[in-house]
Structures are given as structure tokens and as C-alpha cells.
């Protein structure tokens, strides 16, 4: 089984464009019907709609890192 979380989170390290990310992503899922299986069940398990649940997980995680940074920045600040 396709561990869905970790290769979102390559997808979005490598590729910081949104529109780079959905042409792999689609790319990828057009190649691999064991993955495109793995990622219905991924949304069902997670409550993503398959449309979009790849794109709403990788904004999700873009904003936990931009949440970080903004916190590390204003600890800093703070010194």
C-alpha cells in the first residue's frame, strides 16, 4: 500500500508550484491504478473528496510550515 501522506509531502518539497504539483500528481495516478486505488481509500479514510483531497492536504500542510515559520520568526523577534 502507497503510504499517501509521505508522497504528498515529497510532492510538495519538490514541487513548491501548485500547478507543477497537480500535472505530477494527475501523472502519477494516470500511470499507477495501485496508487490511484490507495488515494480513493486515503480520502475515504481521511474525508477528502478524491476531486480535490490532494490539493486540500497539500494546503493544509503549506500552512502548517508557513504557521511554523511565522512562530519561529516571532520568537525571534522576541529575544
Do not use: V
Amino acid at each position: 500500500m502507497n503510504d499517501i501522506n509521505e508522497i504528498l509531502r515529497e510532492l510538495l518539497d519538490r514541487y513548491p508550484n501548485p500547478t507543477e504539483q497537480d500535472q505530477i500528481w494527475h501523472q502519477m495516478l494516470s500511470q499507477d491504478r495501485a496508487l490511484e486505488s490507495d488515494y480513493k481509500e486515503w480520502c475515504d479514510a481521511h474525508g477528502y473528496q478524491t476531486a480535490s483531497g490532494y490539493r486540500d492536504f497539500l494546503n493544509e500542510l503549506a500552512a502548517q510550515r508557513d504557521s511554523f515559520w511565522d512562530t519561529a520568526d516571532d520568537y525571534g523577534n522576541n529575544l
